[in-house]
């Protein structure tokens, strides 16, 4: 039993039990996956129900390999760029990643899925823009996404897209963009912000800092944990810089966004 875990997260493991075909019980508990909160109390559960559910894939792929995706995930967070085609996705992927997708005026220029790293004040973000013609395989790498951006035109194509989203179970949270009409830095606020996701920066004696991305309500001990697991276990004390301030702060003390943190061990 997972600690703490949000509603959806049982509302997930319901539509699992309740789960005739298994591409629906994968869906589920992909959804499961995703929504297990990830702290130290967790790890196990997680491990767990990781490992059943590569089992489960196993089973339904039948003979191995054949994958068409198996897209490795990379950096802090994944994004699923999603839309008809022509929607601009690709102009987007090259626009936030500096990746080199074909882009044209003809329909269903990309094929597969294209990928590309956005950088947010020296964090990474992986984007993946999903090809228009809405492969089963393709889709399920928008439902193990931390977010999916929905590019549509008009009203009725999102609401378009939305249907398909849901025909595959995909329960992902989604924002909405159109790269034709707003700005890219704005896009790119957009997608940070609904990862709901905080930069915290390390700072070494030596005083050089380095960006940490960690979900929203973290606090002083996840921080140490993601240096080094030693470090919460010696550990004294943080010193930490917020809006001008320097304050001294123990394991529990929550981080903000923008928060200098220098780590004191025994
Ligand atoms: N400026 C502008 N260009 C548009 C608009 N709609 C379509 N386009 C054009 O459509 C093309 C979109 O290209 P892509 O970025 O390749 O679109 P995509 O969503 O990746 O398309 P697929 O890979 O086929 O799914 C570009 O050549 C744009 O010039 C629009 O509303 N405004
Ligand atoms: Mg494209």
Redesign the pocket.
């Known amino acids: 039993m997972p600690v703490n875990a949000p509603a959806e997260y049982f509302a997930a493991e319901e539509k699992f039990r309740s789960a005739k075909s298994r591409e629906e019980k994968i869906a589920a508990m992909e959804e499961m996956v995703r929504l297990m909160p990830r702290h130290h109390g967790s790890e196990t559960a997680l491990a767990q129900l990781k490992q059943k559910l590569a089992k489960l894939r196993k089973e339904s792929s039948g003979k191995k390999g054949g994958s068409r995706t198996g897209i490795q995930k990379e950096g802090e967070a994944q994004v699923c760029i999603i839309?008809?085609?022509?929607?601009?996705?690709?102009?987007?992927l090259k626009a936030l990643t500096g990746a080199s997708?074909?882009?044209?005026?003809?329909?269903?220029?990309?094929t597969r899925p294209e990928i590309g790293m956005m950088d947010y004040f020296g964090v990474k973000i992986q984007l993946v823009?999903i090809?228009?013609t809405f492969h089963p395989e393709d889709m399920s790498v928008c439902r193990t996404a931390e977010l999916v951006l929905l590019?549509a035109?008009s009203e009725s194509e999102l609401k378009e897209i939305e249907d398909i989203l849901k025909k595959n179970f995909i329960r992902t949270k989604a924002v909405y963009a159109n790269p034709?009409t707003e700005p890219v830095s704005d896009t790119k606020e957009k997608i940070w912000n609904a990862l709901g996701m905080i930069i915290a920066f390390t700072r070494k004696t030596d005083g050089t800092k380095s960006p940490m991305a960690l979900p929203r309500g973290s606090d002083v001990e996840d921080f140490a944990r993601r240096i080094h697991k030693d470090f919460v276990r010696n550990f004294r004390f943080a010193r930490l810089w917020r809006r001008g301030m320097v304050k001294q702060v123990g394991l529990s003390y929550v981080l903000e966004h923008g928060d200098v943190v220098e780590i004191h061990a025994k």
């Open positions: 839309g008809f085609t022509n929607s601009g996705k690709s102009t987007l997708p074909e882009i044209s005026g003809y329909p269903y220029t990309t823009e090809p228009p590019l035109k034709f």
